[in-house]
Every structure is written in structure tokens, then in C-alpha cells.
């Protein structure tokens, strides 16, 4: 089944403890991102990848590194967390065209919500 | 001035009846156009893709409308499974860039 899976779904933490969110997908998309979404802001985008070892900064960076060493796998890490980053996160993918930009609408992952406390 | 703008609702209609949502855009540079649905705590999901022509999915009808920089969804013989929160998303090719609206509640009642 073609799909994006996020780990952890929920996670409670302390400010400062380091975190990683994996998310990996099975689609072979070059495109994948991450996003934030609280309440009256909607999704906002976080980080995004166009291809292995290219990622960039999205609306909201400050707080949050990624990588991207493998096509499937874009984790989302968190160095020292504090509480305005307690939201639901979402990676998602897409497959692209040859610039490497988002082509079709994309797939997302069912979610994590994170509460730093 | 956010990108995307939609009205929150809730909209409450009851089964059976027609409802649209429209959904205002600033950038006059976007070039593609989608809905996705979203239920509660949950993912959002590719509703439709919204063409320049108009398009049509079963009960559910998307338009565009460039020169006043809005696109609209239709939903027609509404269902109870239809509540959820309706997203409207627009894209910047040249700038890599996925805009989300904040959404668009439906309740749809017996």
C-alpha cells in the first residue's frame, strides 16, 4: 500500500530533551515536507526536500533541522524543544516533475502530536 | 495578508442539500489548485484537483476563477460522511510552495 508513515503518533516531552519524528514513504516521491498545524493558523509549512541531500527552509524553520541522506526518509528533528512548539505535525510527499518541484497534490502522514511541556 | 483565505464556518446544513465554499487566493502568480479534506485529528486527503476548465468528481464540482483570484467547491446531495474540514491549497512552482487555507468546516445533520 502505497503510503507515508510518521512515528512516533503522540509524544509528550520536556523542554530541552531532543527529539527525532521519522517519516518514511514507499512511493519513490522525490518531493517530501513537513508541517505544522495549530488551530486558526492552518498548516504551515516547516522544512521541505526537492531530492536526497537538497532541503530548504519552509515558513516556519526556526527550531527544527532535517535531513535527507535516503529518498524515503525525512526525519524532522527538534535539538532542544520548548512549549510553543507543541502542535500536530504532518510529513507528506509528492511525486515531482524534472525541476524537482511538487507535481501533484500530496500524500500525507496520519500525524504526530507533540506536547512539550 | 495570509495567501490563502478561507471562511471557517462552521456551515451547517442539513442531509441533502447543496453547499459551496469559496476560497480567496493574493498571489495572481499561483498555478495549481486543490482541495483536500480533512476530519478530525486526522490527515488531510486529496479531495480534487481544481482545473481552469471547471472539473467534477461525482456529487462534488470544483471551479476557478483567475480574475478574481478565488476557486470554489460545490457539494451537492450532501451526505452525514461529508462533515469534515475542507481545505483549499494553492501552489507556487517558483517558489516551491504548497499554501494551505486554515479550512472550512461543514456539519452536515440528519
Known amino acids: 500500500e502505497a503510503q507515508v508513515t510518521q512515528n512516533p503518533r503522540y509524544l509528550i516531552t520536556v523542554t530541552g530533551k531532543k527529539l527525532t519524528v521519522t517519516c518514511s514513504q514507499n512511493m519513490n516521491h522525490e518531493y517530501m515536507s513537513w508541517y505544522r498545524q495549530d488551530p486558526g493558523l492552518g498548516l504551515r509549512q516547516i522544512y521541505y526536500?526537492?531530492?536526497?541531500?537538497?532541503?530548504d527552509k519552509g515558513d516556519v524553520p526556526e527550531g527544527y533541522k532535517v535531513s535527507r541522506k535516503e529518498k524515503r526518509n525525512f526525519p524532522l528533528i527538534l535539538e532542544s524543544p520548548s512549549p510553543n512548539q507543541t502542535s500536530l505535525y504532518f510529513c507528506?510527499?509528492?511525486?515531482?516533475?524534472?525541476?524537482?518541484?511538487?507535481?501533484?497534490?500530496?500524500?500525507f502522514g496520519s500525524g504526530t502530536r507533540l506536547t512539550v511541556v | 495578508r495570509k495567501e490563502v483565505e478561507q471562511d471557517p464556518g462552521p456551515f451547517n446544513v442539513p442531509e441533502g442539500a447543496t453547499v459551496a465554499f469559496n476560497c480567496t487566493y493574493s498571489?495572481?502568480?499561483?498555478?495549481?489548485f486543490f482541495w483536500y479534506r480533512q476530519d478530525c485529528r486526522k490527515e488531510p486527503k486529496l479531495l480534487m484537483s481544481?482545473?481552469?476548465s471547471g472539473n467534477e468528481d461525482g456529487r462534488f464540482t470544483a471551479q476557478l476563477n483567475r480574475a478574481s483570484q478565488y476557486i470554489s467547491l460545490l457539494i451537492r446531495d450532501s451526505k452525514l460522511s461529508d462533515s469534515a474540514t475542507y481545505l483549499c491549497v494553492v501552489t507556487l512552482y517558483n517558489f516551491n510552495k504548497f499554501y494551505f487555507g486554515s479550512g472550512t468546516k461543514l456539519n452536515v445533520k440528519p
Open positions: 507528506a510527499s509528492s511525486q515531482s516533475t524534472r525541476q524537482g518541484l511538487p507535481l501533484y497534490g500530496y500524500t
Open positions: 498571489n495572481s502568480a499561483s498555478q495549481s
Open positions: 526536500s526537492m531530492n536526497v541531500e537538497v532541503t
Open positions: 481544481v482545473y481552469s
